[in-house]
C-alpha cells in the first residue's frame, strides 16, 4: 500500500500571510499514460464533513476559492493557501487514489492562525 | 442539491454487529462510486471501503477486511455497511461519501454526508 505522509504536523500562519502543507507519497502516483496525478486534498472543519478542494493535484474543485492551489508530481506535493483567511482553520489532508482500490490518506496537517 | 444521510449507529458490544446506511438524493446514484470513511476520536480520516456505480469493484481497508461488507441498492439510492465483529477500534464517526468520477473507479469524494457514530465498548 502507498503511504501518505505530510509536513508539518501543524503550523500557525497570521491572517493575509501564505501557510503551505506538503504532502509526499511512498511510491508515484502519477500514471503515465495520462500524466494525471491520482491525488486530492480535502479541508475538515470541527463539526463539519471534509470538503474537497483539489483533485488531480491541481484542479481546483468547484467553488473553492482561489486562494487555494495545489501542486506537484510523482512523489510530492504541495498545498498552498495565499493569503489565509480566519474561516481557513482546519485540518488538511491529501489522499492518493493511484493504487485503487486501496484508497489512503496523509496524517493531516492542523492549520491556526498566528 | 445532494443529500447523504447516514443512520444506523449507535453503542454496540464487542463481536457484535451493526448495519450503517446512506440515503442519497439530488445525484444519479447509480451512476457513481461511493465510499464509508471513518474517523476515530482525535484522529484522521480512514477510507473504510468503496463500491463502484455497477457493484463490479468492490474494496476494503486492511483494518475491516473480512469483518464489513459494503453494497449498494440503486433502486433504493442506498448505500450500506455490514459491521460485524466489531471491535473497540472501529469506534468512529463514518461518513458516507460520493465518488466523484462518473461511472468510474474508486477515486475521490466530492460529496459527503454529516456522518454516523458507532462506539464499541462494554
Known amino acids: 500500500d502507498i503511504v501518505m505522509t505530510q509536513s508539518p504536523d501543524s503550523l500557525a500562519v497570521s491572517l493575509g500571510e501564505r501557510a503551505t502543507i506538503n504532502c509526499r507519497s511512498s511510491?508515484?502516483?502519477?500514471?503515465?499514460?495520462?500524466?494525471?496525478?491520482?491525488l486530492a486534498w480535502y479541508q475538515h472543519k470541527p463539526g463539519q464533513p471534509p470538503k474537497l478542494l483539489i483533485y488531480w493535484a491541481s484542479t481546483r474543485e468547484s467553488g473553492v476559492p482561489d486562494r487555494f492551489s495545489g501542486s506537484g508530481s510523482g512523489t510530492d506535493f504541495t498545498l498552498t493557501i495565499s493569503s489565509l483567511q480566519a474561516e481557513d482553520v482546519a485540518v488538511y489532508y491529501c489522499?492518493?487514489?493511484?493504487?485503487?482500490?486501496?484508497?489512503?490518506f496523509g496524517p493531516g496537517t492542523k492549520v491556526d492562525i498566528k | 442539491e445532494v443529500q447523504l444521510v447516514e443512520s444506523g449507529g449507535g453503542l454496540v458490544q464487542p463481536g457484535r454487529s451493526l448495519r450503517l446506511s446512506c440515503a442519497a438524493s439530488?445525484?444519479?446514484?447509480?451512476?457513481?462510486?461511493m465510499h464509508w470513511v471513518r474517523q476515530s476520536p482525535g484522529k484522521g480520516l480512514e477510507w473504510v471501503s468503496g463500491?463502484?456505480?455497477?457493484?463490479?469493484?468492490?474494496a476494503y481497508a486492511d483494518s475491516v477486511k473480512g469483518r464489513f461488507t459494503i453494497s449498494r441498492d440503486n433502486a433504493k439510492n442506498s448505500l450500506y455497511l455490514q459491521m460485524n465483529s466489531l471491535r473497540t477500534e472501529d469506534t468512529a464517526l463514518y461518513y458516507c461519501a460520493k465518488d466523484n468520477i462518473l461511472r468510474g473507479g474508486l477515486a475521490y469524494f466530492d460529496y459527503w454526508g454529516q456522518g454516523t457514530l458507532v462506539t464499541v465498548s462494554s
Open positions: 463500491i463502484t456505480w455497477n457493484s463490479g469493484s468492490i
Open positions: 439530488g445525484f444519479t446514484f447509480v451512476d457513481y462510486a
Open positions: 511510491q508515484s502516483v502519477l500514471y503515465s499514460s495520462n500524466n494525471r496525478n491520482y
Open positions: 489522499q492518493q487514489f493511484y493504487t485503487t482500490p486501496q484508497i489512503t
